[in-house]
């Protein structure tokens, strides 16, 4: 295993229910730390552009609305294999079928407004990283 960075994003239904200290939790006390977090609301463009990839998917417009309806908070956290144990901390897409103790087990109100954002690979990872972060922001 290596260190490494990942994107982290508490979605718009966490910031809503006050969340996100309790997110964070989870995420350092599984070995992730928080070495930049930001909070902004994103525009419609700038939820667009960072989820150009599932533009053809016939849940992006919603996936576009819910993520501009509120407030998020972009984090990177980094870590040993930080990618995949963010991803195991998150757990499954769809709260239904997450194991028990993760994040969208626990928190997550929908398929859709489940809490928590994590990159898929490493290569994603860097490119979303760059998307919120300059490299000034990012503090190890
Ligand atoms: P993730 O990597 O686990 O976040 O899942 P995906 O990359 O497949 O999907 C990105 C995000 O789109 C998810 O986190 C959900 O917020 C949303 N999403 C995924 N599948 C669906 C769906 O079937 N319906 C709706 N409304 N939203 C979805």
Request: proline content about 3%; hydrophobic content about 45%.
């Amino acid at each position: 295993m290596a260190v490494e960075r990942t994107l982290s994003i508490l979605k718009p239904d966490a910031t809503r229910r006050n969340l996100t200290g309790q997110i964070n939790a989870r995420l350092e006390a599984a070995g992730l730390r928080i070495v930049a977090q930001k909070r902004l609301w994103l525009t419609r463009a700038q939820a667009e552009a960072f989820y150009a990839v599932h533009a053809q998917r016939p849940f992006y417009n919603d996936l576009c609305t819910f993520m501009t309806s509120g407030p998020v908070v972009a984090q990177v956290l980094e870590g040993e294999d930080a990618v995949t144990r963010n991803r195991d901390v998150m757990g499954a897409t769809n709260p239904a079928n997450a194991a028990a103790g993760t994040i969208r087990k626990d928190f997550a109100e929908s398929i859709e407004a489940n809490s928590a954002h994590g990159s898929d690979s490493a290569e994603n990872a860097a490119v979303e990283i760059a998307f919120f972060f300059s490299g000034l922001e990012i503090v190890g």
